[in-house]
């Protein structure tokens, strides 16, 4: 069993920054390619970043710049570097990791349960 736990989130003022980690607990082989997501009120979820397990990075238009994903294979955790924080980066973060078992193995995606982000002044 695998479980994703995002934490990190919180409100903080335009401009801010914050942190959010993902981190991966189990019987894990290892993990590749990490995404993380976000869902607005209202709003479709969306692709914010991405990080494969060689740490290859792509970024959504709205965050590039500005937020940073980074990982540390030893500890099974992927973070989320967001600065310069703005309003519309409110939403649920969630991350999303596909997960070996055993070397060679096929890949499962697992999703963790989501951390609220808030800027507002």
């Known amino acids: 069993q695998v479980r994703l736990v995002e934490s990190g989130g919180g409100l903080v003022q335009p401009g801010g920054s914050l942190r959010l980690s993902c981190a991966a607990s189990?019987?894990?082989?290892?993990?590749?390619?990490v995404a993380w997501y976000r869902q607005a009120p209202g709003k479709g979820r969306e692709l914010v970043a991405r990080?494969?397990?060689?740490?290859?990075?792509n970024y959504a238009d709205s965050v590039k710049g500005r937020f940073t994903v980074s990982r540390d294979n030893t500890r099974n955790t992927v973070y989320l570097q967001m600065n310069s924080l703005k309003p519309e980066d409110t939403a649920v973060y969630y991350c999303?990791?596909?997960?070996?078992?055993?070397?060679?193995?096929?890949?499962?995606?697992?999703g963790g349960q989501g951390t609220q982000v808030t800027v507002s002044s």
């Open positions: 999303n990791a596909a997960v070996q078992f055993r070397s060679s193995g096929p890949l499962y995606d697992y």
């Open positions: 189990g019987n894990i082989f290892s993990i590749n390619t």
């Open positions: 990080i494969t397990r060689g740490s290859i990075t």
